[in-house]
């Protein structure tokens, strides 16, 4: 008796906590957290993402995008720190999350220490110059960069950022030599190549698309393992001479360590629905973005690849990788 008394109140217990677990809604605000200042690839993503899940009707709370720069992500990181548990706090990962925690010995948290909840999407890149450049083809840039060692000049943002990375690996692959000026805002990069202040950049194309289509940019070369449908005629690195490694960027979400399984449920079950809703997709169509949706199992195993990978890409771009 008692052991069928003990069993029946296990049982009430495990549904509860089911049931509260299916029953987690925000009540507060959601504050989205990302490393990039306002207008940076990261933050122009998920503000957009946002105005898809609105048109939708997929989001019961407000979600407010919260802007954590400096230290490439290491500040945005070291604040999910100080949310640890909490449910109402989420982020937006891109590959600097995993490149910062790989080269800095003293990075106070890593991505594998945060909450995965989805992965979002693929995301393709472009290497653009200004329309009066001289530099029509990325061999033209790199054959410059070899003749005047150190002159010619890339605008970015974080040093261990996804276009940062490309520069180390296609310098080691080529031995050409230019230099990398970091802005923290997006728009600020831009304005320098246009400006002729920087001569090349590498760009998102949801960010570069409306400048090229106005004859402000020139597209180079694709940062992709296949042509972007919206560019068929501009070569990918590979295609353009130089057998280098793609690096890929993945975005995606992720919550503070600890955080309730409740909330994670709440999250990755809200961006699974994103992912086949028609706005979601038509925003993905309309910026060359790959829907490359996961939920928290399969992020947590895909991090462990994204991991391998970036780091080995560190190591031949001779990078020092202290993890």
């Known amino acids: 008796m008692k052991r069928a008394l003990l069993g029946a109140l296990f049982g009430i217990v495990a549904a509860t906590s089911a049931a509260s677990a299916q029953q987690f809604t925000p009540t507060k605000p959601v504050e989205i957290v990302v490393h990039t200042g306002a207008g940076g690839g990261t933050d ?11 048109k939708d009707n ?50 106070p948290v890593t991505i594998d220490k945060l909450t995965p909840i989805s992965a979002l999407v693929l995301e393709p890149g472009l290497v653009v110059v200004r329309v009066e450049s001289p530099y029509k083809t990325l ?51 831009v304005a320098a190549v246009l400006g002729g202040h920087v001569d090349m950049m590498m760009i998102e194309p949801s960010e570069a698309g409306e400048l090229i289509r106005s004859g402000k940019l020139r597209a180079i070369a694709q940062i992709a393992d296949q042509k972007i449908e919206g560019f068929p005629d501009v070569p990918t690195i590979r295609e353009s001479g130089f057998a280098i490694p793609n690096v890929p960027q993945s975005r995606g979400i992720v919550g503070p360590p600890d955080m309730p399984a409740a909330a994670v449920a709440y999250y990755a079950d809200l961006f699974k629905r994103a992912a086949a809703s028609a706005a979601y997709q038509e925003y993905l169509k309309s910026t060359q973005l790959e829907n490359a949706y996961l939920g928290p199992a399969e992020l947590r195993k895909f991090l462990v690849t994204y991991q391998d990978q970036l780091r080995e890409i560190l190591k031949g771009a001779g990078i020092k990788v202290v993890r």
């Open 139 to 189: 061999k033209d840039f790199i054959d410059a960069a070899k003749a005047n060692p150190g002159k010619l000049k890339q605008s970015g943002g974080s040093v261990l950022s996804r276009d940062a990375v490309v520069r180390h690996v296609l310098m080691n692959h080529t031995k050409a030599d230019w230099s990398f000026i970091s802005f923290p805002a997006s728009g600020e990069r």
């Open 44 to 54: 122009a993503f998920i503000r957009a993402v946002l105005v898809a899940l609105k």
């Open 58 to 107: 997929l989001l019961s709370a407000n979600f407010n995008v919260s802007n954590k720069t400096g230290g490439g992500s290491t500040n945005a990181m070291s604040y999910l720190r100080d949310k640890t548990g909490d449910s109402h706090t989420i982020a937006v990962y891109s590959s600097v999350w995993v490149t910062d925690g790989l080269v800095q010995e003293a990075a």
